[in-house]
Nanobody, 123 residues
Framework: QLQLVESGGGLVQRGGSLTLSCAAS????????IAWFRQAPGREREGVSC????????NYVDSVKGRFTISRDNAKNTVYLQMNSLKPEDTAVYYC????????????????WGKGTLVTVLS
């Protein structure tokens, strides 16, 4: 069964840290790029970060550069999003998605989606 399951969300104070995990099953994980998205209440979903299938290529939206780090462990079929220096505006449901996007990761052409994990950053 094809599945992406996010975990690691929660409640944190401004300036705190969280690490999100995206665990995959049911497909050949190391063929796929993984992207993290987020959607805050009343706002459109936005791409936050992505990583290519090998991990060699990564991308971050400007608002999280220098604070978030994406990584993957293909032996564990898992992608991580380390989030530091969290701000209230990072509050959102975070989703991971998988797609065969070639050597470069991107936020389009994604095939599988998880159900999300909620991150709440208190001011």
């Amino acid at each position: 069964q094809l599945q992406l399951v996010e975990s690691g969300g929660g409640l944190v104070q401004r300036g705190g840290s969280l690490t999100l995990s995206c665990a995959a099953s049911g497909f050949t994980f190391d063929f796929y790029s993984i992207a993290w998205f987020r959607q805050a209440p009343g706002r459109e979903r936005e791409g936050v970060s992505c990583i290519s299938n090998s991990g060699a290529n990564t991308n971050y939206v400007d608002s999280v550069k220098g604070r978030f780090t994406i990584s993957r462990d293909n032996a564990k079929n898992t992608v991580y999003l380390q989030m530091n220096s969290l701000k209230p505006e990072d509050t959102a449901v975070y989703y991971c998605a998988a797609g065969r996007t070639g050597l470069q990761c991107n936020y389009y052409g994604l095939e599988f989606w998880g159900k999300g994990t909620l991150v709440t950053v208190l001011s």
